[in-house]
């Protein structure tokens, strides 16, 4: 009997992974609209006018999610004027690959170039037995945080659904064939709750068994604190896992670190961080960048300790390291050691981020904003 279950393809093996070259990123010209924008049921009908069964919506994600397929020509299940309809009317992929660097610890760093030429990051991290992607919600970021180059300029746009889940798609290619994307962060460039239709339109498909099957449990959404969207992002019912990004332990120092800060406040955002907790039953991640001299000195620790103490909290502590064109620097290991230990002797848990990626500019919006800074961007091509 012939077997039609789609085939993986090799991961591609002609990514440029120079950590040197700069090559000019050009603007696509082509009209068809990606496969993964077009909603389910316009793909139904589509097929429908062409008088081809309910089931090739299904044999197409296998052939994305399980196949790995990159063209519509692998298909080999479809018949092959179905194909070329297909290639006719559809990319199967909206985005390319504009830059691969690959870390000595093993860390990949994709800058994807979507269609309109607007370049967005993605990273995979490979650690023991996870595989991690963490991805980007939005072209730049509106936030404004001041230690993170992904706000530098502020936000271009918001990415698609399609977007979103096409930056764990590439990431998923550059595994082996024996290995599978097993945790997803939304922690790359963008406030993915300010991009919050799109983003649970991409988780959806992310956590399916029909899509990349990655746990709910394994997928964590960081978010500088919109309460309003904290809140429906609890009511889900899905077990998503918060992250909150503080930085600071009272609002006069976050206004100054996180600028939507002064229109929110710490207040609201806890709330709603505990609101998410007892509606879920899942522990709130914190997220604490520390900056020599501004927000790592013992006092913050202090008060940070009081602030959490009691909550099902648990923080994770990220050392800046030092982004070009920005004023701050990093914290001394000894600074970083009290502030663990205040945190700890206080009853928070809390724990220091590994650097990874730290050769790839792998920390968020670097890599884009490298590439802005080269100014080889943007060449039309084939106008
Ligand atoms: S840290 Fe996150 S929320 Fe803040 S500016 Fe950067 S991408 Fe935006």
């Not at 992974?17 to 589509?46: G, K, N």
């Not at 960081?222 to 909150?244: C, E, I, W």
């Not at 620097?329 to 009290?338: K, N, V």
């Not at 724990?351 to 884009?368: F, P, T, Y």
Request: proline share 5%.
């Amino acid at each position: 009997m012939k077997d039609n279950r789609p085939v993986a393809f090799d991961p591609p093996t002609a990514y440029n992974t120079s950590m040197q070259t700069v090559e000019p990123i050009s603007i696509s010209m082509d009209s068809r609209r990606p496969l993964l924008e077009v909603a389910p049921d316009d793909l139904a009908a589509w097929l429908r006018e062409r008088g081809q069964a309910p089931l090739r919506t299904r044999q197409l994600q296998r052939w994305i999610f399980d196949g790995r397929a990159v063209s519509f020509d692998q298909m080999s299940d479809l018949p092959k004027r179905l194909r070329d309809e297909l290639a006719a009317s559809f990319r199967l992929l909206g985005s390319d690959i504009a830059r691969h660097l690959v870390s000595s610890d093993g860390t990949h760093k994709l800058l994807l170039r979507l269609r309109d030429g607007q370049v967005v990051e993605c990273v995979l991290l490979r650690e023991a037995d996870r595989r991690t992607v963490c991805i980007s919600t939005q072209v730049g970021c509106g936030m404004g945080c001041v230690f993170c180059a992904s706000g530098i300029g502020g936000v271009v746009r918001n990415l698609t659904g399609g977007e979103i889940l096409e930056q764990m798609l590439h990431a998923r290619r550059l595994l082996p064939l024996d290995e599978r994307l097993t945790h997803l962060v939304v922690m790359g460039m963008g406030e993915p709750l300010a991009n919050f239709d799109a983003l649970l339109e991409a988780l959806a498909i992310a956590s399916s068994p029909r899509g990349l099957g990655i746990g709910a449990r394994h997928i964590t959404v960081s978010t500088v604190g919109l309460p309003n969207r904290m809140r429906q992002f609890a009511d889900l019912g899905k077990q998503y896992h918060l992250a909150v990004s503080l930085h600071a332990p009272n609002d006069e120092l976050r206004n100054r670190i996180v600028p939507t800060n002064d229109k929110t406040g710490l207040a609201a955002i806890l709330d709603a961080a505990d609101y998410f907790q007892t509606k879920t039953g899942r522990q709130v991640t914190y997220e604490y960048v520390l900056l020599r001299d501004l927000n790592d000195l013992p006092p913050h620790a202090g008060e940070l300790t009081k602030l959490l103490r009691g909550r099902q909290a648990h923080v994770n502590l990220i050392p800046f390291n030092d982004v070009e064109g920005l004023p701050y620097r990093r914290l001394t290991q000894q600074a970083l050691e009290d502030f663990v230990a205040i945190l700890r002797s206080g009853g928070v848990s809390a724990k220091v981020r590994k650097r990874k990626g730290a050769d790839i500019d792998a920390a968020c919006g670097q890599l884009r904003r490298a590439a802005l800074t080269a100014s080889e961007l943007i060449s039309v091509q084939g106008v």
